[in-house]
T-cell receptor, first 120, second 113 residues
Framework: GAVVSQHPSWVICKSGTSVKIECRSLDFQATTMFWYRQFPKQSLMLMAT?????????EQGVEKDKFLINHASLTLSTLTVTSAHPEDSSFYICSATGWGSQGPVNTEAFFGQGTRLTVV | AQSVSQHNHHVILSEAASLELGCNYSYGGTVNLFWYVQYPGQHLQLLLKYFSGDPLVKGIKGFEAEFIKSKFSFNLRKPSVQWSDTAEYFC???????????FGTGTRLKVLA
């Protein structure tokens, strides 16, 4: 299956700083990437959808100025948590769909391994 | 709005016991249905999916799920669990034609050796 790699796997940052999380599709062109957030004992909540070369579409209640998403290439999307606060501590997961060498890879979502962000 | 409910948050079973995890969704239109598994420290992995056709779908590692449209359910089953099945299981749906996934809250399964 298609491979999505997320980096870093975990990060600790000080309150007020910004953190960037990368999501890469390794063997297919990710025309669309999704960013999810998972609080402890809760489900994955979709934060935003990004199409390559376009501005991200944010779900209701997600602050677009706080969670900056860039999807400038077909293999890379980044999520930047700006001015992070302890309440931003969470598990962030990306997924991607798009086109591989044998056609679309959009019949299912392929997920990165997630990034655990802890803001202290 | 679409939603997915998983009724069991924590399940503890002994090896060789049978497993059934419930999943119900709310949406009146056509959906695609998925079960994902997340082993500790690993990616979400697809167990099985249903798009159309035979409502009983078989996935990897001996898992299967049955789509019952009238009940808006897509329960996951395995006849005999193993210790290695210890993981968290997520049911998910996406509206046909879109790529947005709505996830259930997950069920944490612990299998005792």
């Amino acid at each position: 299956g298609a491979v999505v790699s997320q980096h870093p796997s975990w990060v600790i940052c000080k309150s007020g700083t910004s953190v960037k999380i990368e999501c890469r599709s390794l063997d297919f062109q990710a025309t669309t990437m999704f960013w999810y957030r998972q609080f402890p004992k809760q489900s994955l909540m979709l934060m935003a959808t990004s199409n390559e070369g376009s501005k991200a579409t944010y779900e209701q209640g997600v602050e677009k100025d706080k969670f900056l998403i860039n999807h400038a290439s077909l293999t890379l999307s980044t999520l930047t948590v700006t001015s992070a606060h302890p309440e931003d501590s969470s598990f962030y997961i990306c997924s991607a769909t798009g086109w591989g060498s044998q056609g679309p890879v959009n019949t299912e979502a392929f997920f990165g391994q997630g990034t655990r962000l802890t803001v202290v | 709005a679409q939603s997915v409910s998983q009724h069991n948050h924590h399940v503890i079973l002994s090896e060789a016991a049978s497993l059934e995890l419930g999943c119900n969704y709310s949406y009146g239109g056509t959906v695609n249905l998925f079960w994902y598994v997340q082993y500790p420290g690993q990616h979400l992995q697809l167990l099985l999916k249903y798009f159309s056709g035979d409502p009983l779908v078989k996935g990897i590692k001996g898992f299967e799920a049955e789509f019952i449209k009238s009940k808006f359910s897509f329960n996951l089953r395995k006849p005999s669990v193993q210790w290695s099945d210890t993981a968290e299981y997520f049911c998910a749906v996406n509206v046909a034609g879109t790529y947005k996934y709505i996830f259930g809250t997950g069920t944490r399964l612990k299998v005792l050796a």
